[in-house]
């Protein structure tokens, strides 16, 4: 089909008078329409298909073994008329494939989904992460750029599992993580370690980033520390934070978390719920 005409016609709802596809899969059966310009069902859209020359489409919806609605498989033409029994053989083949290839792929993006992140947060796990994390790394080499490394950790959190269960401590860490991920950008890099532990990383645009860095961790730690209502319970949480610069503090991901984290292990040793910094490069 031509590129200006699927542009048209790319997010249309399904409906019971909606083309020849709208409709197929609305019914969940064929469509076969043989003149868009008088079959009501292209009453509202009649004006797409004949700027393009087409005068029939013949529509058939894809159901997977699970008897979901994947797509539907169309056939148009410029002529009046209906599909020849070739035709429907081939859409009915077509249709099959085009089966059997979605649920495929829709199976191995949960596959890979499942193998590379987080089941309970839906972050990405480590084996994700260090790929990531390189990959930023190499692109801040080529371009001059410097990348801020945070270790994070919640403090005491062993105390609300013991005082309120696992279940509501489950749920601390479900919540922590999506108000993390709504405060990052896309360029930026979040990841659970594992137990209430989290990194995050800063793919700074400038030479000098640092306040707003540092900003923006004081904003996320301000975040973390809201109140969350839990089973009828109120729980407060508060974090440490360890920090290290790229590439002051090291140019591989393995030595820049190294050096975060043992400056998270000063924050906890000197009273929790604070920040701090490798070395006074932000």
């Known amino acids: 089909l031509p590129e200006p005409y699927r542009r048209l016609i790319d997010g249309l709802q399904i409906g019971p008078r909606v083309g020849s596809c709208g409709t197929a899969a609305w019914r969940r059966e064929p469509v076969i329409v043989s003149d868009v310009l008088s079959d009501p069902l292209w009453e509202n859209y009649r004006e797409l298909p004949l700027r393009f020359g087409f005068r029939s489409c ?41 089966g ?3 649920e495929r792929t829709r199976a191995e993006a949960r596959i890979y989904h499942m193998a590379h992140h987080d089941p309970l947060t839906g972050l990405p796990n480590r084996a994700l992460f260090w790929t990531q994390f390189a990959r930023s790394l190499g692109t801040a080499r080529r ?45 930026d890099l979040l990841v659970r370690l594992g ?3 989290f990194a995050i990383v800063f793919s700074n645009p400038g030479s000098d980033p640092g306040a707003g860095v540092l900003n923006r961790l004081k904003d996320l730690r301000a975040i973390i520390s809201r109140p969350l209502e839990i089973d009828g319970e109120t729980i407060q949480v508060t974090c440490s934070m360890g920090v290290a610069v790229f590439p002051e503090d090291g140019d591989t991901p ?13 924050a906890k040793g000197e009273g929790r719920d604070r920040l701090n910094v490798w070395r006074e490069h932000i």
Not at 59 to 74: N, R, V, W
Request: with cysteine.
């Open 254 to 266: 393995e030595t820049l978390l190294l050096k975060a984290d043992r400056a998270l292990y000063a």
């Open 100 to 102: 059997i290839a979605i």
């Open 58 to 98: 013949w529509s058939t919806p894809i159901i997977s073994a699970e008897d979901t609605l994947l797509g539907t498989f169309a056939l148009y033409s410029n002529a009046v008329r209906e599909p020849t029994a070739l035709e429907r053989e081939l859409t009915a083949m077509a249709t099959d494939i085009a």
């Open 195 to 197: 137990g209430d532990e």
């Open 143 to 187: 371009e001059g750029r410097r990348i801020t490394v945070t270790y994070l950790d919640l403090d005491n959190f062993k105390e609300i599992n013991d005082t309120f269960g696992h279940a509501a401590g489950d749920e601390v860490l479900k919540i922590l993580a999506a108000r993390l991920g709504q405060c990052i950008r896309s360029s």
